[in-house]
Structure formats: C-alpha cells, structure tokens
C-alpha cells in the first residue's frame, strides 16, 4: 500500500462548480498536511497547510483533516479557470532532521469558462 | 522578492556527461532540498540538507550528488547521467516543515 494515494483525474468541471479533491495515506505518524497548487510548466506552490483535524478556511478554499480515518480534502468553492492546474496533496512527518514532504500523484483539474 | 531559483531550465544531454543543476535561495532558509517528479510516480526526495556542510539521502539519491558550501546554494550533481534520470526536477527550501518553497523546475533530457 502506498504511503498516500490520491486519484490522478483528471476532473473536468464547469466555471462554479465546486471541487472536491481527496488523499488518503497509511502513515499514521503524518501529522502535517498541505496542498500544492501546480501549473503547467511551474513549480508547485503551498495552497493550504494545517495539522489538525477539521477545516481550515481561506477564501474559496477549505483543507479538511479526518486523522481517524486518514483522509483529507480539499473543497473549491466558486471554482474559476485560473484554478486549472494540478493539485498535490502532501504530508510529512513532525520532528527529525528531515523536513521530507510526501507527495501524492496530484489531481489534473480543469475548470471550463 | 522570496524566490528560489534553478538554473538550467531545460538540459538536454548525453550518456556519461557530467552535469550540475543549481539552486539558489535568497531567504536565508537552513533546510534545501531536491525532488524528482516522474509521471505515476510523484514527487520524490533525492537528497536533503539541514544546513551547511549538511547533508543526507532522501528517497532516491542513486545517481546523485550534491553539496553545501553556502546557505544559499545547493547544487545538484550527475557525474554520469543515464537515460532513467530524465525527468522534471525541483529544488525546495525551507525554515521548518510548514511552508516549503519550490523553485521553477528543470527538465532534463539524457540521451
């Protein structure tokens, strides 16, 4: 099983709609949790961090944390075609000399105008 | 301006050629890292640093080298670059594990 599974998409949806994109993971010694948001041809860049369960909010975008059920999400409300880009899901482990991320494979989203 | 920045961008090269990747920070950070990113298989950690003269294997460093002379540099080595090192690489850097800041990326080609 891998450490964090993510569906790839891609997820095609029209200008509005809201997004859910999802990760799972195994591990339970993650603790902190990001999204990246990843455009064509660029770095990924940190969208949302958080390291407890429940939701953290920032404008159109909401991280949510289930520990007990090793899962997490992020909503989209109100999506508009500049959120086309590839969103990875990334965890790590708090403490050691490592400030290693694992990644999930990212979700390719398109928003449609 | 907070940047991290890879040079080159595009490489294209060929079996055997030694080649290095730089990356530079401008925000002081202690903790630099490399990532590769491949399709299927994500981003993975090649080689990380805590500070100077710092440094240690991430997940995939079989082929790699880097060093650490400098807080702000933290170049990426191939001594001898094989065709399964194509890919999409990244430098990162850090202050703590919240917030890592990726630089632009660079796509390497081995022939």
């Known amino acids: 099983q891998k450490e964090v599974e993510q569906d790839p998409g891609p997820l095609s949806v029209p200008e509005g709609a809201i997004v859910s994109l999802n990760c799972t993971y195994s591990n339970s010694a993650f603790q902190y949790f990001m999204w990246y948001r990843q455009y064509s041809r660029k770095g990924p860049e940190l969208l949302m961090y958080t390291y407890s369960s429940g939701n953290k909010e920032d404008g159109r975008f909401t991280a949510q944390v289930d520990k007990s059920s090793k899962y997490i999400s992020l909503f989209i409300r109100d999506s508009q075609p500049s959120d086309s880009a590839t969103y990875l899901c990334?965890?790590?482990?708090?403490?050691?000399?490592?400030?290693?991320?694992?990644f999930g494979k990212g979700t390719l989203l398109t928003v449609n105008p | 301006e907070a940047q991290v920045t890879q040079n080159p961008r595009y490489l294209i090269t060929v079996t055997g050629k030694k080649l290095t990747v730089t990356c530079s920070q401008n925000?002081?950070?202690?903790?630099m890292s490399w990532y590769r990113q491949d399709p299927g298989l994500g981003l993975r950690q090649i080689y990380y640093s805590m500070n100077v003269e710092v440094t240690d294997k991430g997940d995939v460093p079989e082929g790699y080298k880097v060093s650490r002379k400098e807080k702000r540099n933290f170049p990426l080595i191939l001594e001898s670059p094989s065709p399964n090192q194509t890919s999409l690489y990244f430098c990162a850097s850090s202050l703590s594990t919240d917030t890592q800041y990726f630089g632009p990326g660079t796509r390497l080609t081995v022939l």
């Open positions: 925000m002081n950070h202690e903790y």
């Open positions: 990334a965890m790590s482990v708090p403490g050691g000399s490592n400030y290693k991320l694992t």
